[in-house]
């Protein structure tokens, strides 16, 4: 599809499914050879990431872990700016090597504010893989590790994505028109 509508905008392909895998799988390859012989825990933000870790998880070779958590939700086209909640950190976070999975680094505030929270367990390392980052939108310092791709301040959806509560479903990724 080349052009979607939500509610009252309209969408047109920025990142085709085939440019995603690509990039997807380039990230997991450089993940199999920086943890050989280590075994990470990926802990992957809910909702957005769930296709990120999924189709990540397929390109690992390494032994690795998974978890998935809920943060703050988004509200419309703007960040609500506040980490409201974290649900499902049922996992001993102690010594273990942590790679958080992010769907999109906006603002920064929410991984901001949630790393401490994670650091409080005393894990061995943490890194943060975000499949797209908005750099001039980005106003908390923040390592990113892994970046898919750095993409301009213009809202997108799909592979995951939503627009209140919508295109998560597309696997392609759409900006704004
Ligand atoms: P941040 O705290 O401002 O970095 O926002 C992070 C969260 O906002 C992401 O995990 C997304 O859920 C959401 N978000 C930010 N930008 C977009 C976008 O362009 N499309 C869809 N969701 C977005």
Redesign the pocket.
């Known amino acids: 599809m080349s052009a979607i509508r939500i509610h009252d905008k309209s969408f047109e392909v920025y990142l085709s499914e085939a440019t995603i895998q690509e990039r997807v799988k380039n990230i997991a390859e450089t993940i199999n050879k920086d943890y050989q012989g280590r075994r990470p825990l990926f802990i992957a ?1 809910l ?3 769930f296709m990120f870790a999924a189709d990540l998880f397929k390109y690992l070779t390494i032994d690795t872990e998974i978890s998935f958590i809920k ?4 509200k419309g ?1 703007r ?1 609500s ?1 506040n ?1 409201i909640t974290s649900i499902g950190l049922d996992v001993d976070l102690f010594k273990k090597e942590l790679i958080i999975l ?12 949630f790393i401490p929270k994670l650091k409080d367990h005393h894990p061995s390392s943490l890194k943060i893989a975000a499949l ?1 980052h ?1 750099p001039e ?2 106003q ?1 310092p923040l390592t990113l590790d892994y970046i898919g791709f750095s993409i301009p301040d ?4 799909g592979y995951g ?3 209140d509560g919508l295109g998560r479903n597309y696997r392609d990724i759409y900006q ?1 028109v």
Do not use: R
């Not at 943060?71 to 988004?74: E, I, M, Q, V």
């Not at 992010?102 to 504010?113: A, H, P, Q, S, W």
């Open positions: 933000i909702n957005g990431s943060l703050a939700s988004y086209m960040s700016g980490v992010e769907d999109i680094v906006d603002t920064g505030k929410t991984l901001y504010n797209l908005k939108a980005t908390f213009k809202f997108v959806i994505l939503d627009y704004v």
